[in-house]
C-alpha cells in the first residue's frame, strides 16, 4: 500500500495496539463515537498513522477514507510524528512582514519537508505558528521551544546545524 | 397524506405535507436548478443553486427546505438569477475550463446550467486553482479533480447506496478534493469498479478509462478478426445518447450501427446469459442434491463479485463457479467459434459493449484466459459505444432496424432479463425448475423477484423441496442481505445479487442522466421494461431451448458440468480485504 503522506516508519507496540484496541471496543457502540475515538488513539500513539487508521477502520467498521477526511479535516489531528527537533516558524503579522515566509521556504528547502511533516530520519518536524509573543524580535523561529529571533534567510542553515 | 397550500411566484400551489420547495415547485412546473441533490442520497445543500427567496426575500435552499403553510416563495427574481449566476461564476473560478474536449461537453450539468444562466467561460475570479493530477489507477476509471464541483454526489451514491465509501473529501477549505484515505490511487483501495459515482458526476470529473482507440486500431487491422458482443441492457438506454425517450429499444439500430463501425461479426451476449444459465442451474442442482455449499450467489456481476471479495472473503465459496457472461462469451468466441471458422484464438480480437465500468476490471482478471488469451480483450461502456457511432459520422436515428450474426447472436428471452435485478434468477429457475421436474412449466414468469426494490424474496415449491431464493441489488442491500445470512436470520437456497441499484439496466456504464431527470424519473424501470417486453415477445423464453446452445454442447461441449465446459466457462476468486490491498 503507497501511501503518500507516510515519512516516518511505524514503531507503535504491541502495548499501545492493545491500549488502542481497548479503548475502541468501549467507545465504538456510541453515536459519534469517531472524533472521541481519535483523539484517544492520538494521546496513544501521539499521531495517526495509516496503521492507527487501519485499526480504527478495522474495528469499527468506518471507512478507513472517512477517517482520514476527519484526520485531515481538524487541524488537531497529526498524520506524522512530532521530530525529535520541533522546527516552529511564526508566520504571525509582524514576522510575516518581516519576512519569515521566506525563512519557512528556506527551512523547506533543507529539510526536504513541509508544513506538518516530519524527516524521515525523525530528526526534524516542521510547524507553522501564529504569535509567539516576540514581535520585537522579528522574524522569530523556534527550536523545541528555544527562540530565535531577528532571523535572515541565511541563518537558518546555521542554526539547524546546531541540532545535526 | 394531508397537502399544504403555498405561493410560488405568486401562484397558490398545493403538495402534499412534508415535501421540499423544490418538489412543490415541479408540482407548478418549475425546475428550480440543483447540482448536488440527489433524491435520497445526497440531500446537504452544498451548491446553493437551489436557492429561492421566501417570504419577502430571506435566502433558503429549496432542496431541503420543507414546505409549512402560508409559505411565500419566489424562484426567479433578478437578484436571484444574480446570485445564481455569481455562485455559477465562481465554481468556474476553480473549475478546469477545457470544455470543448471535455468527455461531458454536450451533457454536462454545470456547462448547461452556464448556458441556461448565461455565465461564459470568462476568468472571473482568476487565482488559485486545483491542479489537473489525473488518477489512473483503477482499471475502470479517472478522476480528475481540476473538474470537480465537490457537490459530492459521488461520495455519497458510494457510502450510502453501495456501503463502501473508499471515496470521501480530504483536507479543508480551498484545498478539500475528493479522494482516498492518505491520497492513495482508488485503484489501490477497495473500490469494487462499479461505477455508480461516474454515472452520477455532474461534470467531467470522472470519467470511464475508455478503449475506444485500442478498439478502432484492431478494426482497422485487416489481419484481426474482430467480434463484438453487446449485453441485454445496453439495447435499452443506448437510444438516450441519441435523443430517443428513456425506455426505448434500439437492438436493431445497434446492430446496424456495430456492423458501420466495421466489426467482422455483430454478437450477442445474451447467447451467453443463456450459456450461464445452462451452467449454473447445473451447478445450482449439483450443489442441492449433493451437500455443496449454499446458499449459490450468482457470479454475474464483477462489481458484486469484487465486493464479495473484499467485504465478505469467507463467503467466496458460495459464489457460482461461472464466468459472467461476457467472459463466457470470450471464452467460447475464442475455442467454439474460433475452430469452426478456421481463426486462430489470437487472431481474434473480443470486444464488448456493456452498461458496466467493472467489466474493465473483470476482463483483466486472473483465470479468465481459457485458451491462453484474454477471453474478451476490450470492453467498452455504452457511452463510449455512443461517442464511436457519433466520431464515425454514423446517423444512428436512420438506421434501419439489422439481425446480428449467427450463431453467437441468437438468443431466449431469458437471455435478455439478465439486465435487470431479478432476471437471472428467473432465467434460472426457469432451466432449473423444468430440469428438476422433467415437466414443463406452465407460466414462465416469476413476478415475485421482478420490480426495483433493493432485496426480494420468494419461495417455490420444485418437485420435492421448497426453494428459497432471494435476490439483492446495490451493494448497500446486498450487505444487509448478506448479513442476515450469516447470522442465521435467512436460509436461502440461491441468491442473485447485482452490483448496480436496480441491476445491469442501471450500470455504471449507461448514459448519464441529469439529477432532475433521476430525481423525477424511475429510470430502471423504463429500461428494464424494454427487457421484460422482449423477453414476453421471444418466440423462445428459456435458455435450454435456445438451439444455437443445444448444438453448443451437442457438438462441443457434451453436458453442462463436463470437463470442457469447466475448463472454458468456470473461475475462481481470491480472498482480500477491505483496508490492506
Known amino acids: ?151 535572515t534567510v541565511d541563518d537558518v542553515p546555521g542554526i539547524l546545524a546546531k541540532y545535526e | 397524506m394531508e397537502n399544504i397550500t403555498i405561493k410560488i411566484n405568486g401562484m397558490d400551489v398545493s403538495a402534499p405535507a412534508g415535501s421540499t420547495i423544490l418538489e412543490a415547485a415541479r408540482l407548478a412546473q418549475v425546475e428550480i436548478p440543483t447540482l448536488c441533490f440527489l433524491k435520497d442520497t445526497n440531500e446537504i445543500a452544498a451548491c446553493r443553486l437551489c436557492t429561492v427567496e421566501i417570504n419577502g426575500g430571506r435566502l433558503a435552499a429549496s432542496c431541503v427546505y420543507p414546505i409549512n403553510p402560508g409559505l411565500e416563495v419566489k424562484t426567479n427574481t433578478p437578484s436571484l438569477r444574480e446570485y445564481r449566476k455569481k455562485t455559477l461564476q465562481l465554481i468556474l473560478s476553480n473549475h478546469d475550463r477545457s470544455c470543448l474536449s471535455c468527455v461531458r461537453s454536450g451533457n454536462c450539468e454545470l456547462q448547461t446550467l452556464c448556458k441556461e444562466m448565461g455565465v461564459d467561460a470568462d476568468d472571473y475570479f482568476d487565482g488559485d486553482k486545483t491542479p489537473s493530477v489525473l488518477d489512473e489507477s483503477a482499471a475502470h476509471m479517472v478522476r480528475d479533480n481540476s473538474k470537480c464541483i465537490l457537490c459530492r454526489r459521488c461520495t455519497a451514491v458510494c457510502e450510502k447506496v453501495q456501503g463502501i465509501g473508499v471515496i470521501g473529501p480530504n483536507d479543508r477549505g480551498f484545498a478539500t478534493f475528493i479522494g482516498s484515505a492518505f491520497d492513495m490511487g482508488l485503484g489501490e483501495t477497495s473500490c469494487v469498479s462499479c461505477g455508480q459515482c461516474i454515472a452520477v458526476c455532474p461534470t467531467g470529473a470522472l470519467y470511464e478509462k475508455s478503449s475506444i482507440d485500442e478498439v478502432a486500431a484492431a478494426i482497422a487491422d485487416p489481419a484481426k478478426h474482430v467480434i463484438v458482443q453487446t449485453a441485454p441492457s445496453v439495447r435499452a438506454a443506448l437510444g438516450e445518447e441519441f435523443d430517443y425517450p428513456i425506455g426505448t429499444n434500439v437492438e436493431g439500430k445497434m446492430a446496424a450501427a456495430l456492423r458501420r463501425l466495421g466489426f467482422d461479426k455483430i454478437f450477442d451476449t445474451n447467447f451467453s446469459a443463456d450459456l450461464t444459465i445452462m451452467e449454473e442451474a447445473h451447478e445450482f442442482i449439483e450443489r442441492v442434491q449433493h451437500g455443496g455449499v449454499l446458499p449459490m450467489i450468482t457470479s454475474c456481476s464483477p462489481g458484486w463479485v469484487k465486493y464479495c471479495e473484499h467485504y465478505f472473503p469467507d463467503m467466496t465459496e458460495n459464489l457460482s463457479s461461472c464466468k459472467s457472461p461476457q467472459q463466457m462469451f470470450g471464452a467460447i468466441a475464442k475455442s467454439y467459434y474460433a475452430e469452426k471458422m478456421g481463426i486462430k484464438p489470437e487472431d481474434i480480437v473480443s470486444v464488448s459493449i456493456m452498461p458496466c465500468t467493472a467489466k474493465k476490471f473483470e476482463i483483466g482478471r486472473d483465470d479468465q484466459d481459457a485458451n491462453g488469451v484474454a477471453d474478451v480483450d476490450y470492453s467498452l461502456t455504452t457511452r463510449e459505444l455512443a461517442r464511436m457511432i457519433k466520431q464515425a459520422g454514423i446517423r444512428f436515428n436512420n438506421l434501419p432496424d439489422e439481425e446480428f450474426d449467427a450463431p453467437l447472436g441468437i438468443y431466449s428471452g431469458a437471455g435478455v432479463i439478465f439486465g435487470a435485478t431479478g432476471g437471472v434468477m428467473e432465467a434460472a429457475l426457469r432451466t ?116 444455437a446452445i443445444k448444438e453448443l454442447y451437442a457438438t462441443y461441449l457434451g453436458e453442462p458440468g463436463s470437463e470442457k465446459a469447466h475448463h472454458l466457462l468456470h473461475t475462481s476468486y481470491v480472498k482480500r480485504s477491505i483496508n490492506n490491498n
Open chain 1, 1 to 151: 500500500m503507497t501511501c503518500k503522506k507516510q515519512g516516518v516508519q511505524f514503531s507503535g507496540t504491541k502495548e499501545q495496539e492493545i491500549a488502542l484496541k481497548e479503548m475502541i471496543s468501549q467507545l465504538k457502540d456510541t453515536k459519534g463515537s469517531l472524533m472521541p475515538i481519535m483523539q484517544k488513539a492520538q494521546d496513544i500513539y501521539g499521531y495517526l498513522p495509516i496503521e492507527v487508521q487501519t485499526i480504527i477502520s478495522d474495528e469499527t467498521g468506518i471507512p478507513l477514507e472517512k477517517i482520514y477526511g476527519v484526520a485531515t479535516f481538524y487541524a488537531q489531528f497529526a498524520l506524522q510524528p512530532k521530530g525529535k527537533y520541533q522546527v516552529s516558524v511564526c508566520l504571525g503579522t509582524a514576522c510575516y512582514v518581516k519576512g519569515s515566509g521566506d525563512i519557512f521556504h528556506k527551512i523547506e528547502d533543507i529539510l526536504g519537508i513541509t508544513n506538518g511533516e516530519c524527516t524521515p530520519d525523525g530528526k526534524f518536524s516542521l510547524d507553522s505558528c501564529r504569535c509567539v509573543g516576540a514581535c520585537g524580535l522579528a522574524p522569530v523561529m523556534m527550536v523545541n521551544g528555544e527562540v530565535y529571533g531577528r532571523l
Open chain 2, 432 to 547: 432449473a425448475v423444468e430440469t428438476l421436474t422433467g415437466e414443463e412449466l406452465k407460466k414462465l414468469d416469476f413476478t415475485d423477484v421482478r420490480g426495483t426494490e433493493g432485496i426480494k424474496e420468494a419461495t417455490y415449491h420444485v418437485g420435492d423441496m421448497d426453494v428459497k431464493v432471494a435476490v439483492a441489488s446495490g451493494l448497500g442491500n446486498a450487505r444487509d442481505l448478506l448479513n442476515k445470512v450469516k447470522s442465521g436470520e435467512a436460509d436461502y437456497h440461491f441468491i442473485e445479487i447485482m452490483g448496480c441499484p436496480g441491476g445491469c439496466v442501471n450500470g455504471g456504464g449507461q448514459p448519464q442522466q441529469p439529477g432532475y431527470v433521476r430525481n423525477t424519473t424511475d429510470i430502471r424501470t423504463l429500461r428494464a421494461k424494454v427487457l421484460y417486453d422482449t423477453d414476453a415477445a421471444a418466440p423462445i423464453r428459456k435458455s435450454h431451448e435456445n438451439p
